[in-house]
Each structure stands twice: as C-alpha cells, then as structure tokens.
C-alpha cells in the first residue's frame, strides 16, 4: 500500500478552512464545480470531471479538525482508497495534512494524482486567502490527460 | 520505505527538459537560483535555499531519458533518498516521471516536501513553456515553513 501525502498551509481559521472542506458549496470552489451530495457523515458526495467522476462516502466530520472519505465509485486505483483532511493551527495558519492512503500500487497515474492534488490544495488555499480557487473545470493542467 | 512521485507532462523536446534538469543553468532556473557544482556523472551540485541546503551526487545521466541523484547532505530525512527524472514523449509533451524514493518515514516533513516537488515541478514546466521559472527564493510558498 502506498499513499499520498500533502501540507500546506493557509492563512484562514481552522473554522473556516473546515467549511471548505465540509460543504458542499466548499469542495465545489476548489476541486471541482460539479459537485452534488451531501455532506454528512454516512452521505455520498459525488464529484464530476470531463473525464470521469468519483463517488465518496463521508466517513468522519470533526469541525475544525478532520474530514474523512472513502471512495466507493470512481477509477479503478482509487476504489477503496480513503481521503483525509487533518487540520492544526500553527502561527497565523491552518496547517492541512492531506492523505490518500490505500493505493494498491505506485503506478503512472498515482504520479499523476500526487501532483495534481497539490494542484487542488493550492487552490483551496487561494480560495481562502483571496477569495478565488481554480477548481475545476478552470483547473491548473498539469500534463497530456487534460487534468 | 516510502516515496514522493509526480508526473507532469510539458510542451517541450526531451532534449530541452534534459538540458533543464541536467545543467547548472538548467536546475538554478526552476529549483533555487543558489545551485553550485558539477553536472556530470559522479560529481557534486549544492543546491541552496535560506533555510539550508542540500548536496546530491550524480548518479546517472541519460541525455533525454534519465537524470539520477543521491543525497549526501541536507536535512536529515533527505539523507541517502534518490530524486530521479524520467523522460518520455507523448504527444506534444515530454512527460516527466519524478521519484524521490527512500525516505524512511512518512513524518510531517515529507508531506511537506510531497506538495513543494510539484510546486517546482510546475516551475520546470513554466520554464520550458514560458521561458520563466519560480526558481527559489521566488517559488510560491505552500504553508508556514516559507518555503
């Protein structure tokens, strides 16, 4: 099993970082505007690309703390793989220590997923410290998939 | 053992990605403009920031295929893990599969890490694409260590 890891780390309240994380309007500013479900813990959320979607099942919803998914619809890889969202505040920030854990292995597409996660949490960080995310479908592209 | 992966794909010949990741020029333009040494196979490149630096030796050079370095000094959780470059084309891009691989633990510093490789992998891609990197100290700062 391997997993990917992120943090960064936005000048925002714990508070308000874990809005954009728990609603529904939230996760549609900054991964992609084609979101719908509901977020609540035993609810699907369901997120839409041009090339696919996934299907979460929310797990865990700990206010200013922590949000857990699992995936139960989406590509091959990523099935059964679990996303999580730890949030502690340090200085002027909200530090967010991100997991996808349960890979099964660290094939090309795993590569490609690591990298543009970064992407996405970037954008939830801009999202918070000005206003704006690049979800998408005005995501920053990082290679040849167009996503 | 755990690694950092990503992939991104860029609007340039293999033979262009290869002078940027295995020259002086080249690496001082998309990763941090102190970088001293010797690209060649066997030599030393220091690469440093305000906050420390790092020494790799370089272990392989593949003119448009492959570049490899070992850590011999820098932070502690970095000491003795292989960053390596693979280049392949696909379509109009030369996709660039980056490891870091070695790393004993997957502690907080490398969550870090993880998200500020793609923050200079896209910086790489912008160098090629737009003749402009965010090489260090004007990369983007991803959370509270700036850097």
Redesign the interface.
């Known amino acids: 099993m ?8 936005i000048k925002a309240s714990p508070k308000d970082v874990y809005k954009a994380l728990a609603t529904i309007e939230g996760v549609s500013s900054w991964w992609t505007n084609y979101t719908q479900g509901e977020s609540k813990v035993g609810g699907v959320i369901k997120f839409r690309f041009e090339a696919g979607g996934i299907d979460v099942k929310v797990l865990e919803l700990e206010p200013e703390k922590r949000v857990l998914w699992q995936v139960i619809e989406g590509p091959q890889e990523w099935l059964a793989t679990r996303i999580s969202f730890a949030l502690k505040q ?4 909200t ?1 967010v ?2 997991k996808q854990q349960g890979w099964r292995e ?1 094939v ?1 597409f ?3 997923c ?2 543009k996660w ?2 996405f ?2 954008s939830l ?1 801009s999202l918070l410290e000005t206003g704006k995310g690049a979800a998408h479908p005005s995501d ?1 592209k ?4 167009n996503s």
């Open positions: 391997v997993d990917i890891l992120h943090r960064v780390g340090e200085d002027d920030y530090i220590l991100f660290p090309e795993m590569h490609h690591t990298t970064a992407i949490l970037m960080k920053v990082i290679d040849n998939t």
